[in-house]
């Protein structure tokens, strides 16, 4: 197999059945123990427009999407005219008999013979695509049985029928598409994307209730609880608007239940008052932010690394948090798991920083471990301590800055949680020296926040010539760009920041200085983690390499913009 | 209950003569009467005079944002359905800032009690109108008359079927116990619009003003009869109807929601084999 491994693009109309295609064609592959990254650019629209399912597909890890197209499966024309130019040298396409392959090297499919209906065309296509490729086909075939199943004996006949006379159709063209080489991954992988992992990564850590809004690309989290989450204990609420969402997380966690709330840039903006108060009343509350090009509406189904700033100062006033900003599926289960510790630890907001391309894109996950996973901090539960039914010193001056957190009920003291400032127990007040004192005891949070900050990823290569800083998703198509610099001779290193605040430079500051040259590479026009870097270290890259077009980084842009 | 249990806080910012002295009074006879301990309450507010409600009382507190009094409190039940959970806010923090989360409360069905210190004007910020101050009234802000009509909180709840809908005044002490015990003791979200004279910012609508017009609903008015409450509820003049104007018996969501029998959530521990089989969905 060639570097890159193979490029598989299903593209069409918004209701054409292609993430039906990607998404099965995804699972027949990662359960035949192939490695792969999805991405989806779909636009903002139910029906028509243009879509893409891009699923490169390997026999060795991978973490990137890539370019060149090694098959492109055409569901109508402006599909063949848009990327025909884009594919790889010996690309193919396959496609309707009836659609004009416009000079492209085309495997011409005559769909309309093989399905009795065109709603069978999507099992026709990954009968096709199954043979071509080579995917085992048993495996495929117990994919099509199990999808519909459902449906009945006679559903999954005919959709088995078509599968049969797809492949064997296919059996005939198979010269014009060399096979995938034999898969060298384990089996029993999930196909699991960002959102999923989170929501996973959630419930492994005892989140009992989930507020939302409705907004790409954060939907999805909240759906898996909904759908797959309700039978663990979860209670999901479609709250009215974002500022609901957020004020009814505060309220859960102040009932001691864990409590998670997943948007976007616009929606959060929405929820920065109840940031604000979460940083007062000292409530946990995780944050799922998913990050989608602005302003205000921008690209809505597109992605970008924009909201950094918005995450680090939402809020007003002064007080702790803590920003996790996941680079792979595997993170984003980890890092919403340890989300839920810091929040219930240090009892301020805590964020999971993610962006729509890492939220869309599956990959083949090993099952986690739960029983590896660290303990989750709790409110205190037990029903001693307080006075009866008078409060408690709800937010008691302490060294570390954390005061005990009752909940509500399971003791006979009372829980007073404030929006002013207040006193110990609680109640409103204008003392100066009280109001100093209870400003340094949160700000004192943060110390503690620091201490246990994640050190950024740093690959192998020791003094490189050339090192590249990024954070988040960029991580992937970052250490990629790097391994081609690598093959061209270049001396490159790679530092992916999965935490972007707090930041402790005794972590990297060493590194960032030995290099001799840094360079920045973010999703965003202003370079917003450089700036950061800058103003908590000093030490200013070389340059950024910026990307703000809504669309994915991948190892060639960035390759050939770092030559 | 003993009353003395919830406290009496002699030092409040509400002026001498405020409503709101007389709605607490009222509020800790109607727990005493209905022996709820102060451990078993969770009490919810925003932001204005009437928010500031749970530090003068002894009771589990919530005081979150101006208008987002009632997320919190319906999650809170959503989360611990064994508390009794009470917002009390006023009507700019009710009907104005918050008033989505009013009509989405309305029909989320909550088994909760909001009380909402209505005094037609706003106290905390000296003397804005807000939005149930009658058109015309002038105000600091408003020196040639509102210009909007007039928010009718009752006709509201009760055109949106509002699972229980009241309306009471702080100038009677023993009606006002009533509806509130009859609020908590009803199973859904139940709203008690009271009248609570602002003395110093609202020179129209005093303890004068209410005490001519309030009157109690005659005994004959049948709260399920949702015609005949839409009718009552639109009296907003010479005479206002105070009592029970609705009710009805839709279940409440937190009664609906099967995780929510086996007690609070906080407590429940996580799945792991469950967690474990979700895992396999995937593969």
């Known amino acids: 197999m060639s570097h890159t491994g193979r490029n598989i693009v299903i593209g069409g109309e918004a209701g054409q059945g292609l993430v039906t295609i990607g998404q099965m064609l995804t699972k027949a592959l990662i359960r035949s123990g192939y490695e792969v990254v999805v991405s ?46 884009e594919l790889a ?56 049985r199990e999808t519909f199943g459902k449906k009945g004996d006679e559903v999954v006949g005919q959709n088995m029928k078509v599968l049969d006379d797809a492949w064997k159709w296919a059996e005939a063209h198979r010269a014009s598409c060399a096979a995938l080489p034999a898969p060298k991954g384990p089996k029993g992988r999930m196909m699991l994307h960002g959102n999923e992992a989170i929501a996973l990564g959630a ?100 992605t970008e690394q924009a909201d950094l700033n918005l995450a680090l100062y939402a809020g007003h006033g002064e007080f702790p948090r803590a920003i996790l900003a996941p680079a792979t599926i595997e993170d984003c289960f980890h890092l919403t798991h340890a989300a839920f510790d810091l929040t219930e630890r240090f009892q301020t907001p805590v964020f999971v920083l993610t962006d729509q391309y890492l939220s869309d ?118 250490a990629e760009a790097a391994e081609l610099l690598r093959d061209r001779g270049r001396s490159v290193g790679v530092m992916s920041f999965t935490q972007v605040w707090p930041l402790d430079p005794a972590q990297f500051l060493p590194a960032l200085q030995a290099a001799k040259e840094v360079v920045c590479v973010e999703g965003n026009a202003t370079g917003q983690f450089a700036r950061l870097l800058r103003q908590e270290t000093g030490f200013e890259v070389s340059r950024t390499l910026l990307r703000y077009d809504g669309r994915i980084f991948t190892p060639k842009w960035l390759a050939e913009r770092l030559e | ?38 451990n078993r309450v969770a009490h919810v507010s925003g932001i204005g005079q009437a928010a500031k409600a749970p530090h003068y009382i002894d009771l589990n507190g919530f005081n979150g944002l101006h208008g987002r009094g009632l997320p919190p409190a319906q999650a ?18 009710n009907y104005g ?69 009241a309306r009471s005044f702080s100038g009677n002490t023993p009606h006002l116990v009533k509806m509130i015990q009859l609020a908590i003791q009803h ?41 005949a409450a839409m009718q009552v509820a639109q009296e907003f003049g010479e005479r206002i109807p105070v009592g029970v104007i609705y009710r009805n018996d839709r279940p409440p969501l937190d009664a609906s929601l099967p995780v929510l029998q086996k007690g609070p959530l906080g407590r429940q521990p996580v799945d792991r084999d469950g967690l474990r089989a979700l895992m396999q969905s995937y593969t």
């Not at chain 1, 492994?204 to 209730?209: E, N, R, S, T, Y």
């Not at chain 1, 003291?413 to 009280?434: F, M, P, R, S």
């Not at chain 2, 003993?2 to 002026?15: L, N």
């Not at chain 2, 802000?141 to 949106?160: K, L």
């Open chain 1, 40 to 85: 989806q650019d779909y636009m903002s629209r139910v029906r028509g427009g243009h879509n893409t399912y891009s699923i490169r597909v390997h026999d060795a890890p991978i973490a990137a999407p890539a370019e060149a197209m090694d098959v492109l499966v055409a569901l109508n024309q402006e599909t063949v005219s848009l990327h025909k130019h």
């Open chain 1, 89 to 144: 040298d010996g690309g193919i396409v396959i496609l309707d008999a009836g659609l004009d392959p416009e000079g492209t090297k085309a495997v011409p499919v005559p769909f309309k013979d093989l399905s009795p209906r065109p709603i069978f065309e999507n099992v026709a296509a990954l009968g096709v695509l199954g043979s071509l490729l080579g995917v085992d086909r048993p495996t495929m075939e117990g994919l099509v």
């Open chain 1, 203 to 302: 419930l492994a850590a005892g989140v009992k209730f989930c507020s939302f809004y409705p907004m790409t690309p954060a939907t999805s989290v909240a759906q898996e609880l909904i759908t797959k989450g309700r039978k663990l204990g979860v209670v999901v609420e479609q709250a009215e608007d974002e500022i609901a969402a957020i004020n009814m997380a505060l309220g859960a966690t102040y009932a001691g239940a864990k409590a998670l709330v997943p948007t976007s840039g616009g929606g959060f903006a929405l929820m920065t008052e109840g940031v604000s108060l979460a940083g007062v009343m000292e409530a946990p509350v995780v944050i799922v932010l998913a990050q989608r090009p602005g302003p205000a509406t921008g690209l809505p189904t597109r």
């Open chain 1, 361 to 478: 894109s599956y990959r083949a996950v090993v099952p986690f471990d739960l029983d590896a996973l660290p303990p989750v901090a709790e409110p205190d539960f037990s029903p001693g301590g307080g006075p009866k039914f008078k409060r408690y010193k709800r937010y008691e001056l302490t060294e570390s800055g954390v005061s005990p957190r009752k909940v509500p009920g399971f003791t006979e003291t009372l829980v007073l949680a404030d929006c002013h400032e207040h006193t110990e127990q609680g109640n409103i007040t204008e003392d100066a020296d009280l109001r100093n004192a209870m400003n340094d005891k949160r700000l004192r949070k943060g110390e503690g926040l620091r201490a246990l900050c994640i050190p950024p990823r740093v690959s192998d290569d020791a003094n490189p010539d050339l090192l590249l800083v990024c954070w988040g998703s960029s991580e992937g198509p970052v």
């Open chain 2, 1 to 38: 209950m003993d009353i003395e249990v919830y406290g009496e806080y002699k030092k409040t910012s509400w002026c001498p003569g405020c409503g709101n002295h007389d709605v607490m009074k009222a509020v800790r006879q109607a727990l005493a009467g209905l022996d709820l301990a102060p």
């Open chain 2, 76 to 93: 809170i039940k959503l989360c611990n359905p064994e508390l009794t959970v009470i917002a009390q806010s006023g009507d700019g923090c």
């Open chain 2, 97 to 165: 800032e918050g008033g989505n989360h009013f009509l989405a409360a309305i029909r989320r069905n909550v088994d909760m009690t909001l009380l909402v210190h209505d005094n037609q004007i706003y106290g905390l910020t000296k003397g804005q109108a807000s939005p149930t101050t009658p058109e015309g009234q002038i105000t600091k802000s408003q020196p040639d008359g509102v210009r909007n009509a007039p928010f009718n909180p009752v006709a509201v709840a009760v055109a949106m079927k509002c699972s229980f809908v």
């Open chain 2, 187 to 227: 199973k859904g979200f139940a709203l008690v619009d009271l009248f609570s004279p602002c003395v110093s910012f609202n020179k129209v609508n005093t303890f004068g003003w209410y005490k001519q017009r309030c009157q109690e609903l005659p005994e004959d008015h049948d709260p399920t009869d949702w015609a």
